[in-house]
């Protein structure tokens, strides 16, 4: 490491880093029913409970269960962000799709649910799914539906607002031909969901179901199968899968240009194709519970998409190393970006999440552009975030011997965000989102340090921290 600035810069959800041998590690145990379940939770110790653990400044509804972020999308200035969530519980189940919208990214306000069980073709689960702005400037929104009980046959809706007037979009319909999207011609049923943000070229609509194929030798290969539309009504796949890799289900895909010349600058999904544009594949592993991503070219006449590392899919790039998942994009066209968001679930116990009453956050959304290499992404919180800061502090030309340690004085930590940390290292190439829950290192008792743990002197040439305001949440 040869300092603290641009570097390694992370975003200290908990400024306790010290601490790191005290945090609970990740658990997952079984409950045979919900008694079982419930005195697991009333076991749990305060320092779980405490709701000092709870993040102040990253999205979250003010409790419950949350996952998936689910079709992002900016309308008549306002900023839209559907997410999966369980009304009744801090477990899983019970989805709806939750609703809050937002001038800036950062303070949000909550809704009623956009999305919820109502129809055949989603009675029983609305899963994930993404938005597209159709040529009228109307939000179209495609999800996965749960449409058989006992078993996760799963089908593809479509819902449009109720009233395109209306900038928060508070009401959802879902036409009587749904479902428009079904597991035909060999398809998995049960491995057949997340339908991707369609994109049009040539007169003809196109968009990505994740799934999965069988494989030689009795593996399964991850497929992104392409779906296309003269009209958004009537959707007939591609006979061949837009790309596929032997790496187990594909869940939550996304496909999306980007400008090959390292501008910073995003590109809508419709973009027309020309020489200096790439594209990214990104891919939700459901074995391995990490999202990977590759670099390549997209050949709409073959609907083919071939990375530009023969090995990508072998070494995955990874949008980030740690805890961070079920990610989507979106373009923003007031600022001409494109929006990264992700899930990240807790390390703790599922007694402990039902103690505490909420579980699971996302990720501080994100600007992601293309390397000037070309080889791989680059991503940085949005600059709305920097709207939360307050008082700063600056260290200069220090040197850290090994094994020594230097307190950051001078900043109140009693309301910095809480059970979170967010690194983003070398310039955005390299990003790790970890969960964390102290039990000494909180309100007035977390102190922040620079600390060097090698065998060479480090040279700070600069470390700049901020304490950082709390935004309005969700009514939390």
Known sequence: MGGLGRDAWAWLGVVAVMLLAQLAGASHVVYENHLDLEAAAAAVP?????????????????????NDPNAPLYYKGWYHFFYQYN???AVWGNIVWAHSVSRDLINWVALEPAIEPSIPSDQYGCWSGSATML?????????????????????????????????????????GYNPIIVPEGGINATQFRDPTTAWRAGGRWRLLVGSVAAAGGGGARGAAFVYRSRDFLRW??????????PTGMWECPDFYPVEAAGRREGLDTSVPGRPRVKYVLKNSLDLRRYDYYTVGTYDRRAERYVPDDPAGD?????YDYGNFYASKTFYDPARRRRVLWGWANESDTTADDVAKGWAGIQAIPRTVWLDPSGKQLLQWP??????????????????????????????????????????FGAGGETC??????????????????AFNNGKADVKVSRLKAWEMRKPLMNGA
């Not at 409970?49 to 102040?56: A, N, Y």
């Not at 007939?236 to 890799?245: D, F, I, N, T, Y």
Request: hydrophobic content about 35%; charged content about 25%; glycine content about 8%.
């Open 46 to 66: 305060p320092s779980i409970v405490d709701p000092q653990l709870r993040p102040g400044y990253h999205f979250q509804p003010p409790k419950n269960w949350i």
């Open 87 to 89: 009304p009744r519980g």
């Open 135 to 175: 040529p009228d400037g109307t939000p179209a929104i495609m999800y996965t539906g749960i449409d058989r009980p006992g078993v996760s046959y799963q089908v593809q809706n479509v819902a449009y607002p109720r009233n395109r007037s209306d900038p928060l979009l508070r009401e959802w319909v879902k036409p």
């Open 236 to 245: 007939a796949r591609v006979r061949r899968p837009l790309h596929s890799a």
């Open 314 to 318: 072998e070494c995955r790039l990874r």
């Open 382 to 423: 949005v600059e709305e975030v920097d709207a939360l800061r307050g008082k700063s502090v600056t260290l200069k030309g220090r040197v850290l011997k090994p094994g020594q340690h230097l307190e950051v004085t001078g900043l109140q930590t009693a309301q910095i965000d809480r059970s979170v940390v967010e690194s």
């Open 432 to 449: 790790i989102l970890s969960r964390v829950y102290p039990s000494l290192a909180i309100g007035k008792n977390a102190r922040l340090y």
